[in-house]
């Protein structure tokens, strides 16, 4: 068993790594002072996982589109009952859920952590499906698909990724179609746990009020020793750089119309995209944040309200940027966003400016690490994006210029790749 020591001269904190018999990666932090202790067990599979192959198959194997999200519905369902159940009995607060990249399993508890984590590693390493199970979860997904269809914010997301992008999954819901989840049958979720679930291919994160001992022997107990280790190869889209088109709209039953502008970005690979997610948000904030000159503005224009913000989609091999809220001239907003990124590109930022973004993110990223869930997601993005050191990200925060900011802005920010979505109001 390895055990490496990861410390932050920054912070004055530190994480342990630990590479388990069986093939886990286990990242833990402990925490003093905290109650609470927040522990995920995440598989490297998401939405986007719809073609692979392994060191077994002569070649790429398809699944249905939303395999990954029906499996992660599927996993808390064994011959005893059900995990949440279970919980119940140590009070702990569990969930799940389905990204683009990945699957995550998790519970906080402020006592009997130890009973919580042994139910975590149990019953997401014991999957148990039927026929019956997986046609009546077809039904029920299949209702929360037809759910989202009729959801403005949903909608208006997802028809932007379908702009933005021609043939990259991403452009896909994740909980796929009712189409394609009528396809999974047992076989299938069996098959696809036995790849993505494969102990070398999870991580688990933990931070808080725990001991490290105590995961260990826990480990020790539920987790067999030695898995043999699935390597995944996926198959590359080829996504072209140009977007598919620059307008979509859809009328939905909302209140006001919705908008989400997105730019296109070129991959730089895993942990290339989460370094340069954290320069483009710094860059949103620049743009279009509180403090901005185009947020007031558009503010005071009444063209944006409270609902405007930004985000920065970044995965295996894509990212963008998107822009959104509500407006009753998404159109305008759209014009403002890209005069104002050909207007920095030229000019460059005002060094005030800089400075007093660069601040506030060193402000929230030291607060991320100083509290147990948002350390716990840190870790596993940092591992899931093969950067090693989950402190590494405040050092880049810390160390950010202008100069590079400015660089990333004209390289990253392409209004020819570029694309708005726009939900509008039915009539009456």
């Known amino acids: 068993m390895e055990r490496r020591v990861i410390r932050s001269q920054r912070l004055g904190e530190e994480l342990v790594c630990i590479e388990h018999s ?69 009070g702990a607060s569990a969930n799940a859920y389905t990204s683009f990249d990945k699957t995550c399993y998790l519970f ?48 208006v997301m997802f028809n932007l990724l379908e702009a933005l992008y021609q043939r ?16 999974i049958d047992p076989e299938l979720l069996y098959r696809c746990h036995r790849t993505f679930y494969n102990l070398n291919n999870m991580v688990l994160s933990i931070a808080g009020n725990f001991e490290i001992d105590t995961v260990l022997r826990v480990a020790d107990k539920v987790l067999k020793p ?23 709209e859809q009328k939905l039953q909302v209140a006001a119309p919705l908008f989400n502008l997105g730019f296109k970005e070129d991959s730089a690979g895993l942990s290339g995209n989460l370094k340069n997610r954290i320069l483009d948000e710094m860059l949103c904030e620049l743009l279009t944040g509180e403090a901005s000159p185009l947020y007031r503005r558009m503010y005071d224009a009444g063209i944006i309200n409270a609902t405007f913000g930004s985000s920065v989609m970044a995965g295996r091999d894509y990212m963008c940027t998107i822009f959104g809220g509500e407006s009753r001239e998404p159109e305008q907003v759209a014009q403002e966003i890209r005069a104002e990124v050909l207007r920095v590109q030229k ?33 596993t993005t940092t591992y899931l994006a093969q950067v090693e050191d989950s402190y590494s990200l405040l050092d880049l925060v810390a160390e950010v210029t202008q100069e590079q900011l400015e660089h990333r802005l004209r390289t990253a920010f392409d209004v020819e790749r570029s694309a708005l979505s726009i939900i509008r109001p039915q009539e009456g």
């Open 22 to 90: 069986s093939g886990l990666t286990m990242l833990l932090c402990p925490m003093q002072g905290f109650s609470t202790a927040y522990a995920t067990f995440t598989a490297n599979i998401g939405s986007v996982d719809t073609c692979f192959k392994t060191q077994e198959d002569t070649d790429f194997v398809e699944v249905p589109e939303g395999v990954a999200h029906f499996l992660e519905h599927k996993m808390f369902e064994n011959p005893e009952g059900d995990a949440f159940a279970l919980y119940a009995k140590t």
């Open 347 to 379: 000019e460059g930022i005002e060094p005030e400016l800089f400075e007093l973004v660069k601040r506030y993110f060193y402000g929230h990223y030291i607060s991320m690490y100083t509290r147990p869930e948002s350390m716990a997601s840190l870790m």
């Open 226 to 248: 030695d898995e043999k280790p699935v390597e995944i190869e996926h198959r590359s889209f080829a996504e072209p750089q140009e977007i598919g088109r620059p307008l979509v």
């Open 108 to 155: 906080a508890c402020t006592d009997q952590f130890e009973q919580s984590l042994e139910i975590l590693l149990d019953f997401v390493r014991r999957p148990y499906f039927t026929d019956a199970s997986v046609q009546k979860e077809q039904g029920i997904i299949g209702q929360e698909i037809r759910m989202y269809d009729d959801d403005g914010d949903w909608r």
């Open 168 to 183: 990259h999954p991403v452009r896909i819901d994740i909980a796929g179609t009712v189409e394609s989840i009528a396809k």
